[in-house]
């Protein structure tokens, strides 16, 4: 079985696995701009060691090429230890100069991949 099949998705605001991106629908080519990520953005994911997002895979799929370009990996590794909780929320900057689809890949402890995708204009 292909990973894609183990792919789930749906609507952020009625699940609290599926990762929220947070940045503009067009940007200007060559200028830096946000790129946010988050989950549990409209029902608050768990962050206990029983319960977690323990990390974010982020993509860009240039329009026109073949394979996407990996942006980020970004790993939550504390959930609980010491009363140490870290919420499942990143931002970058990103400079772009083509249009394309933005990736992100989360992973909850329990319920697995998840996965979500923006379009991005590139002016």
Same mark, same amino acid.
């Given at each position: 079985?292909?990973?894609?099949?183990?792919?789930?998705?749906?609507?952020?605001? /009625?699940? @609290?696995?599926?990762?929220? =991106?947070?940045?503009?629908?067009?940007?200007?080519? !060559? $200028?830096?701009?946000? #790129?946010?990520?988050?989950?549990?953005?409209?029902?608050?994911?768990?962050?206990?060691?029983?319960?977690?997002?323990?990390?974010?895979?982020?993509?860009?799929?240039?329009? /026109?090429? @073949?394979?996407?370009?990996? =942006?980020?990996?970004?790993?939550?590794?504390?959930? !609980? $230890?010491?009363?140490? #909780?870290?919420?499942?929320?990143?931002?970058?900057?990103?400079?772009?100069?083509?249009?394309?689809?933005?990736?992100?890949?989360?992973?909850?402890?329990?319920?697995?991949?998840?996965?979500?995708?923006?379009?991005?204009?590139?002016?």
């Amino acid at each position: 079985m292909s990973l894609g099949k183990l792919l789930q998705t749906g609507d952020w605001k /009625g699940e @609290k696995h599926v990762p929220v =991106i947070h940045s503009p629908e067009k940007v200007k080519a !060559g $200028e830096a701009f946000e #790129l946010g990520v988050s989950i549990g953005d409209e029902i608050k994911h768990p962050n206990t060691i029983e319960h977690h997002i323990s990390w974010f895979k982020v993509f860009f799929h240039p329009e /026109g090429a @073949k394979f996407p370009v990996e =942006i980020g990996t970004y790993n939550f590794t504390a959930h !609980g $230890e010491g009363d140490i #909780l870290n919420d499942p929320e990143v931002k970058t900057c990103v400079k772009l100069s083509k249009s394309g689809t933005i990736h992100v890949v989360s992973y909850c402890n329990i319920h697995g991949l998840w996965e979500s995708e923006k379009e991005i204009t590139v002016e």
